[in-house]
């Protein structure tokens, strides 16, 4: 399985950007994927995940404002994110795993992992 990610850039605060992940491979019939993102000298942190059936979860600090999506067609993960803060300035990649994740936003659940794109806040 591959994911490439897309849709980073800098914005003001305020501003909106949509990520898009976008898997490719042969897909089991049950999985999560999940949005984390990482600054450099911290650890990666979950910010939003979905299940097959659409079951979502957010972490507490994005709530109201990121928004978890998929595709099942295309195999495609979103997420949008409005009401940018500069503290969501990070490196933000896109994970997957096959079966129900126990803690949907740890990102030891997960053993798939895009390379990530940029976005950048600017206050």
């Not at 990610?5 to 491979?25: H, K, M, W």
């Not at 910010?47 to 994005?62: F, L, Q, S």
């Not at 803060?85 to 990102?107: H, N, Q, V, W």
Request: net charge negative; charged share 20%.
């Amino acid at each position: 399985v591959q994911l490439v990610e897309s849709g980073g850039g800098s914005v003001q605060a305020g501003g909106s950007l949509r990520l898009s992940c976008t898997a490719s491979g042969h897909f089991y019939s049950a999985y999560s994927m999940g949005w984390f993102r990482q600054v450099p000298g911290q650890e990666r942190e979950g910010v939003a995940a979905i299940d097959k059936d659409g079951t979502t979860d957010y972490a507490d600090a994005i709530k109201g404002r990121f928004t978890i999506s998929q595709d099942n067609s295309k195999k495609t993960l979103y997420l949008q994110m409005s009401d940018l803060k500069s503290e969501d300035t990070a490196m933000y990649y896109c994970a997957l795993r096959f079966g129900t994740a126990i803690e949907p936003l740890d990102r030891e659940d997960y053993n798939h992992w895009g390379q990530g794109t940029q976005v950048t806040v600017s206050s």
